[in-house]
């Protein structure tokens, strides 16, 4: 194999991941992220490294495994990020890879195809090179990331997580900062059954749904605390049939955001015990956490602080943040030293004008590979 002279060059790995980004994923779009998955498993053929493919269950895509031949006797490194997006087919059209200056666009590209990438990059650098890192990598590309991973949660955890996934909360607000906490995610159905009647000869035989939807949301809306960062939105509603019916049926789906374990342990009894205040009328309410709250420990910051003086000797300046948001790194960080938003710099995370900056590839690749060739 013949060691590229400028491993790092910006370019050329903006070619790679223009390659990833033509090929539209959407996650309910199983065949396309399986020919994506095919195009980065080929990219392992003839390195150290042993390549799994897992076929996509419950209309998903295929996951993909791919572990460094070395190290995977013990805990090691698992970089985690995810090949679906969530523009629908033919958004290329309306978003085209093209690059402006220090900007590429393209959907995806920002989250999270060009994150995958560098880490993809990083690792067939460290084999064509033939020095081992002291610990065993192992780099899982999954499929249904931006739907909550319901077929790919499962999976050992090993010594140290990197998430690639960036966040527009993030990057649009503070410039490229990298993530050590994350608020936990719930998410719950509400379903509300009345009596329908008629609205004006018999209205007085009726009990409305919607009426009592109105008293939930109003309920769901008071546990909303901002100062201790509890977040509760009432994000979909919908009920009845006509204006002129009582309506028998009324539904709502609810987000809510927890930023510790303990608010989840009291947020989550109130919004499932929630009761109809209407005689005649009730209330059902079902969910529950997705994505556990991922807090920044004393392993976290730890690592963190290793990956800051890495950047510092590259020659740029790293800095941590807490958002809203949640990731796969939510899933791993209740266990294990966590680091997520490793990925490219960039903005507008499912948008129409998704984007990267070209800038940040070299340097943040660069983050990557130093922390293969120095964690322990």
């Not at 994923?25 to 042993?50: F, H, K, M």
């Not at 990438?117 to 460290?126: K, T």
């Not at 008629?198 to 008293?215: K, Y």
């Amino acid at each position: 194999m013949t060691v590229p002279t400028s491993p790092f060059d910006s370019r050329t790995i903006l070619d790679g991941i223009r390659q990833w980004v033509e090929i539209e994923t959407p996650t309910e779009a199983p065949d396309q992220i399986n020919q994506l998955v095919s195009l980065v498993s080929e990219g392992y053929r003839g390195l150290d490294a042993v390549v799994e493919r897992l076929s996509g269950r419950d209309g998903c895509g295929d996951h993909l495994i791919a572990r460094s031949g070395w190290g995977q006797q013990e805990p090691g490194i698992l970089i985690l990020s995810h090949l679906d997006t969530v523009h629908p087919i033919g958004f290329l059209r309306r978003l085209p890879f093209s690059i402006d200056g220090d900007v590429a666009f393209g959907p995806g590209i920002y989250d999270m195809k060009g994150g995958a990438y560098l880490a993809y990059h990083a690792f067939r650098h460290l084999c064509l090179t033939g020095k081992r890192s002291p610990l065993g990598i192992t780099h899982l590309f999954v499929s249904d990331e931006e739907i909550g991973s319901p077929t790919s949660r499962a999976g050992s955890v090993t010594s140290t997580y990197l998430a690639l996934r960036p966040s527009s909360s993030i990057s649009a607000r503070d410039g490229g900062r990298i993530v050590t906490g994350r608020k936990g995610v719930a998410r719950f159905d509400v379903t509300i059954r009345g009596v329908p009647a008629h609205a004006g000869a018999r209205p007085q035989d009726g009990r409305s749904a919607i009426r009592e939807l109105a008293n939930v949301i109003h309920a769901l809306e008071a546990l909303n605390d901002l100062e201790r960062g509890i977040t509760v939105n009432v994000g979909v509603v919908r009920g009845g049939t006509r204006p002129n019916v009582i309506a028998e049926e009324a539904y709502a789906e609810v987000d809510a955001r927890l930023p510790t374990p303990a608010d989840a342990e009291e947020i989550l009894p109130k919004i499932l015990g929630l009761m109809s205040r209407s005689e005649g009328v009730s209330v059902e309410v079902t969910g529950g956490v997705n994505r556990p709250p991922y807090v920044k420990g004393n392993a976290g910051a730890a690592l963190f602080e290793h990956a800051r003086s890495l950047a510092e000797e590259i020659g740029f300046e790293l800095v941590d943040t807490i958002t809203g948001g949640g990731s796969d790194g939510n899933f791993t960080a209740p266990f294990t030293a966590t680091l997520d938003g490793l990925g490219v710099d960039g903005k507008g995370a499912h948008t129409h004008y998704e984007q990267m900056y070209i800038s940040s590839i070299e340097p943040r690749t660069r983050l990557l590979h130093r922390l293969y060739q120095t964690l322990r």
